[in-house]
């Protein structure tokens, strides 16, 4: 079945621990995204990426590590910089037609939590 | 000024009335318009999308844009128990190269019997 996969569901890190969560899509699509929600809000979009070896930056990059070696994978790494990471993680990903930009689709999310 | 604004709620209606959702935007070069529903604890999964002026209806669906007010609704007919969710709307400005894609907080809604 097509469709994006997002593990662990749900990770504890010590302080101080960097930590990777990971998602993978089998749907070719070309942009990828990582999301941040804390309880009660929205989503605050980490990074991005839109090509294979490219990425940008979000409006919360700090404290957050990507990479983009394959089509299909894209890593986010908490880093022990990130001062606050307990939320729930998503990531999506969609196809990237320039003007015109299609729906994202989801991936199930991981929860993680700071012990 | 934030990018993608909504009212965060909660909007109760009851069972079988017009529940009107509301976000607005702020750049004016956006293209792309997408309501996402979020029950508690899950992930977002599409409800509609829209790219032009004017409505657009799937269902008990209409979304509404209106590029120059920079406003983007989603009315949902005969409200179930089950619509009770929180609505995010996304927002796709075009960069040129780069597709970012910017949430607001979300609007809960409560469905009332």
């Known amino acids: 079945d097509g469709g994006i996969t997002q593990s662990p569901k749900y990770l504890f890190r010590k302080e101080g621990q960097n930590v990777t969560l990971s998602c993978e899509q089998n749907l070719n699509h070309d942009a990828m995204y990582w999301y941040r929600q804390d309880p009660g809000q929205g989503l605050r979009l980490i990074y991005y990426?839109?090509?294979?070896?490219?990425?940008q930056k979000g409006d919360i990059a700090e404290g957050y590590s990507v990479s983009r070696e394959k089509k299909e994978s894209f890593p986010l790494t908490v880093t022990s910089a990130q001062k606050n990471p307990t939320a729930f993680y998503l990531c999506?990903?969609?196809?990237?037609?320039?003007?015109?930009?299609?729906?994202?689709?989801f991936g199930q999310g991981t929860r993680l939590t700071v012990v | 000024q934030k990018e993608v604004e909504q009212n965060s709620g909660p909007l109760s209606v009851p069972e079988g009335a017009i529940a009107s959702l509301n976000c607005t935007y702020s750049d004016r070069g956006s293209q792309s318009f997408f309501w996402y529903r979020q029950y508690s604890g899950k992930s977002p999964e599409l409800i509609m999308s829209i790219y032009s002026n004017g409505d657009k209806e799937d269902g008990r669906f209409t979304a509404q844009l209106n590029k120059a007010s920079q406003y983007v609704s989603l009315l949902i007919r005969d409200s179930q128990p089950s619509d009770s969710a929180t609505y995010l709307c996304a927002v796709s400005p075009y960069t040129g190269t780069a597709s970012k894609l910017t949430f607001g907080t979300g609007t809960r809604l409560q469905v009332t019997l």
């Open positions: 990426s839109q090509i294979v070896n490219d990425f």
């Open positions: 999506a990903s969609r196809v990237d037609r320039g003007l015109l930009n299609t729906e994202a689709f």
